[in-house]
T-cell receptor
Framework: GAVVSQHPSWVICKSGTSVKIECRSL??????MFWYRQFPKQSLMLMATSNEGSKATYEQGVEKDKFLINHASLTLSTLTVTSAHPEDSSFYICSASGNGVQSLHFGNGTRLTVT | GEDVEQSLFLSVREGDSSVINCTYTDSSSTYLYWYKQEPGAGLQLLTY?????DMKQDQRLTVLLNKKDKHLSLRIADTQTGDSAIYFCAEKTGGGNKLTFGTGTQLKVEL
């Protein structure tokens, strides 16, 4: 079946540094990728929709200059958390959408801890 | 607007059936989904139902949809300890693949 690879699975960084998270579709072309954020014991909140070759669409309240999204190819989208702060610590999950109504596949998430 | 609600916690004994409920408010939902999330992991799609269907059965899983009441449920038959996880319902509206997730239900299966 379709697989979405998310890397790294966990990362610890110091406050003020930037962290890049990759989301790759391994066996299909993902025209659209979604980035979610999940706080402990809470639901997934959509941060942005990433479309290959165009600018990402951010949800209300999400700072586009802080959470940089690049979707340069049909198999790769990246989320960069710039100048990370402890409040950015969270679980970030991507999903990738190919063709077909039901083709939405999730990565295994990235646990970000900012110290 | 989009608002998807679930009860927070459900505890069942191994071998019993589990029923996880979900209510949503957007009547234009096209597909409704159930996902399973184990600790520290991503989401695993369990099943989905098209909005013009009332019921869908897939092995131990039965999905019931009451579109009039905007109520969705997931029944897990013969619940096992491996079913312990958080279960999210999600709805898709519009033509894209953007999903709105419910608040999640923590299922605990006891021996």
């Amino acid at each position: 079946g379709a697989v979405v690879s998310q890397h790294p699975s966990w990362v610890i960084c110091k406050s003020g540094t930037s962290v890049k998270i990759e989301c790759r579709s391994l066996d299909f072309q993902a025209t659209t990728m979604f980035w979610y954020r999940q706080f402990p014991k809470q639901s997934l909140m959509l941060m942005a929709t990433s479309n290959e070759g165009s600018k990402a669409t951010y949800e209300q309240g999400v700072e586009k200059d802080k959470f940089l999204i690049n979707h340069a190819s049909l198999t790769l989208s990246t989320l960069t958390v710039t100048s990370a702060h402890p409040e950015d610590s969270s679980f970030y999950i991507c999903s990738a959408s190919g063709n077909g109504v039901q083709s939405l596949h999730f990565g295994n998430g990235t646990r970000l801890t900012v110290t | 607007g989009e608002d998807v609600e679930q009860s927070l916690f459900l505890s069942v004994r191994e071998g019993d059936s589990s029923v996880i409920n979900c209510t949503y408010t957007d009547s234009s939902s096209t597909y409704l989904y159930w996902y399973k999330q184990e600790p520290g992991a991503g989401l695993q799609l369990l099943t989905y139902i098209f909005s013009n269907m009332d019921m869908k059965q897939d092995q131990r899983l039965t999905v019931l949809l009451n579109k009039k009441d905007k109520h969705l449920s997931l029944r897990i038959a013969d619940t096992q300890t491996g079913d312990s996880a958080i279960y999210f319902c999600a709805e898709k509206t519009g033509g894209g693949n953007k999903l709105t997730f419910g608040t999640g239900t923590q299922l605990k299966v006891e021996l």
